[in-house]
Nanobody, 126 residues
Framework: QVQLVESGGGLVQAGGSLRLSCAASGRTFSSVFMGWFRQAPGKEREFVAAISKSGRSTYYSDSVKGRFTISRDNAQNTVYLQMNSLQTEDTAVYYC???????????????????WGQGTQVTVSS
């Protein structure tokens, strides 16, 4: 099991940037896929981005492609989400998530992830 703690959320104006971090505990970090999800008020949680175990492959939802960048530092057991050109529609609680080591392919669904952080609030004002 991987324990996850997100940080870096806050209030930013539209057009601004934020970088979220997710620190993971445990010795299996480099063996798991990592993902970012978000949940806006009154909406279901949705996929944002995912990254392979090595960090060489990434995948994004259409709504953030070209604006957000996911990366990871396996030596630091940390995954990042760089968010640029933020829009008011990006306002949500952002969660990082980890698969189990047995997972061998990318997944963009909540069910594909086994461990979750507590979330960090991102608010984009107009």
């Amino acid at each position: 099991q991987v324990q996850l703690v997100e940080s870096g959320g806050g209030l930013v104006q539209a057009g601004g940037s934020l970088r979220l971090s997710c620190a993971a505990s445990g010795r299996t970090f480099s063996s798991v896929f990592m993902g970012w999800f978000r949940q806006a008020p009154g909406k279901e949680r949705e996929f944002v981005a995912a990254i392979s175990k090595s960090g060489r492959s990434t995948y994004y939802s259409d709504s953030v492609k070209g604006r957000f960048t996911i990366s990871r530092d396996n030596a630091q057991n940390t995954v990042y989400l760089q968010m640029n050109s933020l829009q008011t529609e990006d306002t949500a609680v952002y969660y990082c998530a980890a698969t189990r080591p047995a997972k061998v392919v990318f997944t963009t669904t909540e069910k594909g992830y086994d461990d979750w952080g507590q979330g960090t609030q991102v608010t984009v004002s107009s």
